[in-house]
């Protein structure tokens, strides 16, 4: 049983339907570029998967170490309010208190 090759254009099937190499070629194609970005497409989402469970697992390990040491974080709006009027107190006095009287000699 011998198949027509790419070259010849009017090969003809065992069953007498007449087919040509052509269609196969595109079929062929079409389904190895249509498996490649299925691949791409799976690797894609398995990536976005990972990388997002090990940021989970960063700010997981993150606050525990905070919650370890004592530094709670559970009411941040809160603090960086009062923190920001304690601050600017502290850089008008640190300045003021930094610089020493200049000494002639």
């Known amino acids: ?3 027509p090759s ?3 254009q009017s090969g003809q099937h ?3 339907i007449v087919t040509s190499s052509f269609s196969r070629d595109v079929e062929s194609v079409a389904f190895a570029v249509l498996l490649f970005l299925a691949a791409g497409i799976i690797l894609f989402i398995s990536c976005f998967f990972v990388t997002k469970c090990l940021q989970c697992y960063k700010a997981r390990q993150r606050r525990l170490r905070r919650k370890a040491l004592g530094e709670d974080d559970d009411d941040d709006d809160e603090d ?3 923190d920001a009027d304690i601050d600017e107190d502290e850089q008008q006095t640190g300045i003021t208190n930094s610089n020493p009287d200049l000494v002639k000699v």
């Open 6 to 8: 790419s070259t010849d």
């Open 80 to 82: 960086d309010e009062d």
């Open 14 to 16: 065992p069953d007498g």
């Open 1 to 3: 049983m011998k198949w």
